[in-house]
C-alpha cells in the first residue's frame, strides 16, 4: 500500500525554524518526482518545491526561495523540507506529493502528482 506520511509541523514564531518530514511506504522514492505543496485557508493549493527522481535537482517557488531547502534521504525513503525565516505568511498545511510520471521544472502543479500525504499543520506566529 503506497502511503506518504508527514511530520514535523508545529507552532513556531517567526523568524524560526522547522523541518518537515515525508516519509514513503510501499514504494521506493528514489524513482520518483518529489514536491512540497502548502495551502492557506481560504486560498488554494500552491506548489512550494519540487526535487526531481533523476539528478537531484531542486526547483522553488519565488515566496520561499533562499529560505526553505527540499532535500531526499533514499536511503531513509524520506524527502524533507528545512524552512528558515519563517513569515507569518507561510502559515498554511504542507503536503507532500509524488510522482512517477513527473519531471520537476520551473513550473510544478496539484494535478501532476498522484500520491499524496495527509498533511501537517504549520503556524508561524508570535
Known amino acids: 500500500q503506497v502511503q506518504l506520511v508527514e511530520s514535523g509541523g508545529g507552532l513556531v514564531q517567526p523568524g524560526g525554524s522547522l523541518r518537515l518530514s515525508c516519509a514513503a511506504s510501499?514504494?521506493?522514492?528514489?524513482?520518483?518526482?518529489k514536491a512540497w505543496f502548502r495551502q492557506a485557508p481560504g486560498k488554494e493549493r500552491e506548489g512550494v518545491s519540487c526535487?526531481?527522481?533523476?539528478?537531484?535537482?531542486?526547483y522553488y517557488a519565488d515566496s520561499v526561495k533562499g529560505r526553505f531547502t527540499i532535500s531526499r534521504d533514499n536511503a531513509k525513503n524520506t524527502v524533507y523540507l528545512q524552512m528558515n525565516s519563517l513569515k507569518p505568511e507561510d502559515t498554511a498545511v504542507y503536503y507532500c506529493?509524488?510522482?512517477?510520471?513527473?519531471?520537476?521544472?520551473?513550473?510544478?502543479?496539484?494535478?501532476?502528482?498522484?500520491?499524496w500525504g495527509q498533511g501537517t499543520q504549520v503556524t508561524v506566529s508570535s
Open positions: 506529493a509524488t510522482d512517477h510520471h513527473f519531471v520537476c521544472g520551473s513550473r510544478w502543479y496539484e494535478g501532476d502528482f498522484g500520491s
Open positions: 526535487i526531481s527522481s533523476s539528478d537531484g535537482s531542486t
Open positions: 510501499g514504494f521506493t522514492l528514489d524513482y520518483f518526482a
